[in-house]
């Protein structure tokens, strides 16, 4: 039997075949176009998602901050414990050198935050640890409100997006400013006053 005949017994003509084989590069095309859209809409969502959970990490070093605060700590205390609440937004670990993935850099971080906490200057923190994004994230100062019984804290950051390239898609910036905030009781002046016990 011919090749160019079919199944029902009758024969095809050339522009028949050229013309079914159009069809099938057609919906291949169309299916890469659709591909490439659902793609890119995963990786915003994807994208979105990783903003709003680096916000919840702004808001829970702010307060982890203001918590420092209230209690009574320095400024210089206070600075060191929003660094260490803002850790999963800080990237990579550059100080102290490790190897193994982040399996590795959470086995070697762990132990070094007491460390970090525990410093006396400012000239010992970047030997225990450093972060490659640490200097994105801002300290605010502390404030007060509501005549001084509430204090806040404020810890900013210019977030960079992951270094795909995808998010040039929808966004034309290389970073989205990110503010965490808390708001506490302002009632250090009890831990401080021994005469209350």
């Given at each position: 039997m011919s090749p160019c005949l079919a199944h029902n017994g009758r024969?095809?003509?050339?522009?028949?075949i050229a013309s079914r084989g159009s069809r099938a590069g057609q919906s291949l095309?169309?299916?890469c176009l659709v591909?490439?859209?659902?793609?890119?809409?995963?990786?915003?969502?994807?994208?979105i998602s990783q903003m709003y959970a680096a916000q919840d990490v702004l808001?829970?070093?702010?307060?982890?901050?203001?918590?420092?605060k209230t209690v009574g700590?320095?400024?210089?205390?206070v600075y060191?414990?929003?660094?260490?609440?803002?850790?999963?937004n800080a990237g990579r670990?550059?100080?102290?050198?490790?190897?193994?993935?982040?399996?590795?850099?959470?086995?070697v971080e762990t132990p070094r935050i007491p460390l970090y906490l525990g410093a006396q200057n400012w000239g010992e923190l970047g030997g225990v640890l450093a972060y490659e994004s640490w200097d994105s994230i801002g300290i605010g100062l502390p404030g007060l409100q509501d005549d001084g019984r509430i204090i806040s804290m404020e810890v900013p950051q210019n977030k960079p997006f992951m270094s795909n390239g995808f998010h040039?898609?929808?966004y034309s910036g290389d970073f989205v400013p990110l503010r965490g905030e808390a708001y506490i009781d302002n009632h250090y002046a009890l831990y401080m006053e021994e005469d209350l016990w």
């Open positions: 024969s095809r003509s050339g522009t028949e095309i169309e299916s591909l490439a859209v659902v793609c890119l809409a995963f990786f915003g969502a994807f994208q808001d829970y070093a702010a307060a982890r901050g203001a918590r420092a700590f320095n400024r210089f205390m060191k414990t929003i660094r260490v609440g803002a850790i999963p670990l550059l100080s102290p050198v490790h190897a193994g993935g982040p399996l590795g850099e959470l086995a040039r898609a929808y």
